[in-house]
């Protein structure tokens, strides 16, 4: 077995796989080698992944996103998907960050990172541990929610009926999956974000 196939999925940084190779007279070749043969995978400058065909293991975009640019959580129509509320697949890995808002694309997809402010940012987040092997942070179903409709651009919204229809039609939420939601988590978007009208509407909505 290769050194690098212990670290399954987890995407590691340059100077993680140089110590593996430390022992090598030019462990920037090796590293070099590992990419050019498929058997890792670059995710930016610097950041690399195990390839699934070498790992034989799934990779996540969840986690990768988390490590491409940080800190950052996991939210919106990727969050909804991954929850099972929307049918969708969906193509572009959206994250919320406190830092500068951002775009990168690899192999494994795209990924964006859109800017919030820390209050808000803070609000709904949840680590998610998969399989016992590792974790990530992703928005709560609430909070994904919430930031599709902070940070979007919206069709005119001033009443639950009409945000029923954009959930609905245009999000394609599946309405059942709302009916848990909790709406303590909304209240404190609705203190700390932006488009207050619209996420008071949606607590009315929830609370019907």
Known sequence: MEKFEQLGVIPVNYAVLRSLYSDYNSPRNKIANLEKEGKIIRLKRGLYVVSPNISRQLLSVELIANHIYG?????????????????????????????????FENSIGKFEYITVNEEYYSVGIKLQTVDNKYT??????????????????????????????????????D??????????????????????????????LLQQ
């Open 71 to 103: 800190t950052s959580y996991v939210s919106m129509e990727s969050a909804l998907r991954y929850y099972g509320l929307i049918p969708e697949q969906v193509y572009v890995i959206r994250s919320m960050t406190t830092n500068r808002s951002k775009k």
């Open 136 to 173: 990530f942070l992703i928005a709560t179903p609430e909070k994904a929610l919430c930031d599709m409709i902070t940070t979007t651009s919206l069709p005119k919204i001033q009443s639950t009926k009409a945000l029923r229809v954009y959930l609905e039609d245009d999000l394609r939420i």
């Open 175 to 204: 309405m059942s999956g709302l009916v848990n939601m909790d709406t303590d988590i909304i209240q404190e978007c609705v203190k700390t974000g932006k488009k207050k009208e619209v996420l008071k509407l949606l607590l009315k």
